[in-house]
């Protein structure tokens, strides 16, 4: 396994269209694996395959907070929201691609997601509270959405400005 480096915003790939998994190959595994550990390391509680510069749908995630609570690593390949309930709920949401950035964004508060494990086996499963935003939230990057898009244009430009400023220090050194 191995942390990959994650694409950080504003980049053209992340505004990008991402393509079905067609075959659950073995670099498709090791994807998975690599994207789990980038998440860990992060650390985040999801990333998707674009935030690594892989145009595919597949994105992991653990919301497990609770250290008591063992962790509960999710791949989810191709995944597709079934069902979004009409309450809704607010977040304060981050991502890794907008580092130290956080806003609240309004979402429907549970969802059900229907995917492809890793073993090829079709799953579905209703995902509520931090869960059920974390899965939106990851789901959007595979259609090339970021949190940010749910904000008024001017906390967008101001959010993006800073990031643009940030890459241009990294670029740096
Ligand atoms: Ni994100």
């Not at 191995?2 to 670099?27: F, M, N």
């Not at 995630?61 to 597709?80: G, Q, S, W, Y």
């Not at 990851?138 to 904000?151: Q, V």
């Amino acid at each position: 396994m191995s942390v990959r480096s994650i694409l950080i915003h504003p980049d053209p790939r992340l505004k990008k269209l991402c393509d079905p998994v067609a075959v659950i190959s073995p670099e498709i595994g090791k994807l998975a694996e690599d994207m789990l550990e980038t998440m860990y390391d992060a650390p985040g509680i999801g990333l998707a395959a674009p935030q690594v510069a892989v145009m595919k749908r597949l994105l992991v995630m653990d919301c497990v907070k609770d250290p008591e609570t063992p962790p509960r690593p999710m791949v989810l390949i191709n995944p597709v929201i079934t069902w979004s309930s009409e309450d809704r709920s607010t977040y304060e949401e981050g991502c890794l691609s907008i580092p130290e950035q956080y806003a609240d964004v309004e979402r429907p508060a549970a969802v059900r997601v229907r995917w492809t494990g890793l073993d090829g086996r079709e799953a579905e499963e209703e995902f509520k509270g931090l869960w059920a935003t974390c899965v939106q939230h990851e789901i959007d990057h595979l259609d090339g959405k970021l949190f940010i898009d749910y904000l008024r244009p001017l906390k967008r430009q101001m959010i993006t400005r800073r990031m643009e400023k940030l890459k241009r220090e990294r670029a740096r050194g």
